[in-house]
């Protein structure tokens, strides 16, 4: 199984602030990985998909990078609907694999 | 817009088989592969499996044994059975549509699932 390494767990942060998350994969995946939003008592949702495209309807503030085994998802000015727990997602082999999250709290 | 809905016993026994069906609107399920996630209270995202509308599956190993998934296309639904359960089966589960990169763009709204007598 690919293991999928978030970092870091959880982080504070203000409205306004530039946040960058780190996922590592534990083999090379090249740009099969995606990033989701969850909130509580909600579905996840999907904002990044191959690595470092936007999915449909979420705003362009969000964005993704990284291949290989590194990849980062910015949140370049956090809004206070953003306070959320994200989780990063390999799709390059089964079984499917999640990262342990990152939770993102107001500061 | 896909809209996916779980349903199913919100209460199961232990040892006893956990069923669940998603039904799919707004599109087809012919041409994708659909997914069960489930997220147990204070742990993260785990994948259970996914089907192909031919009937083909792939199982995380971790459930292998315990899973069996199918898909009714006539009604446009899939299905997930967990054998033998136990309280550490107890999670909300999602069933989840597939995009063409396995990344997962469309979900139900989840639904509780408890294990317990």
């Known amino acids: 199984d690919i293991q999928m390494t978030q970092s870091p767990s959880s982080l504070s942060a203000s409205v306004g602030d530039r946040v960058t998350i780190t996922c590592r994969a534990s083999?090379?995946?090249?740009?099969?990985l995606n990033w989701y939003q969850h909130k509580p008592g909600k579905a996840p949702n999907l904002l990044i998909y191959?690595?470092?495209s936007l999915q449909s309807g979420v705003p362009s503030r969000f964005s993704g990078g990284g291949s290989g085994t590194d990849f980062t998802l910015t949140i370049s000015s956090l809004q206070p609907e953003d306070f959320a727990t994200y989780y990063c997602?390999?799709?390059?082999?089964?079984?499917?694999?999640f990262g342990g999250g990152t939770k993102v709290e107001i500061k | 817009q896909v809209q996916l809905q779980e349903s199913g016993p919100g209460l199961v026994k232990p040892s006893e088989t956990l069923s669940l069906t998603c039904t799919v609107s707004?599109?087809?399920?012919?041409?994708?592969?659909w997914s069960w996630i489930r997220q147990s209270a204070g742990k993260g995202l785990e994948w259970i499996g996914r089907?192909?509308?031919?009937?083909?599956?792939n199982y995380n190993p971790s459930l292998k044994t315990r899973v069996t998934m199918s898909v009714d296309t006539s009604k446009n639904q899939f299905s997930l059975k967990l054998s033998s359960v136990t309280a550490a089966d107890t999670a909300v589960y999602y069933c989840?549509?597939?995009?063409?990169?396995?990344?997962?763009?469309?979900w139900g709204q989840g639904t509780l699932v408890t294990v317990s007598s």
């Open positions: 989840v549509r597939n995009g063409k990169l396995s990344h997962f763009d469309f």
């Open positions: 707004g599109g087809s399920i012919s041409t994708y592969y």
């Open positions: 089907i192909y509308p031919s009937g083909s599956a």
């Open positions: 083999q090379p995946i090249s740009t099969y």
């Open positions: 191959g690595a470092s």
């Open positions: 997602q390999q799709s390059y082999s089964t079984p499917l694999t």
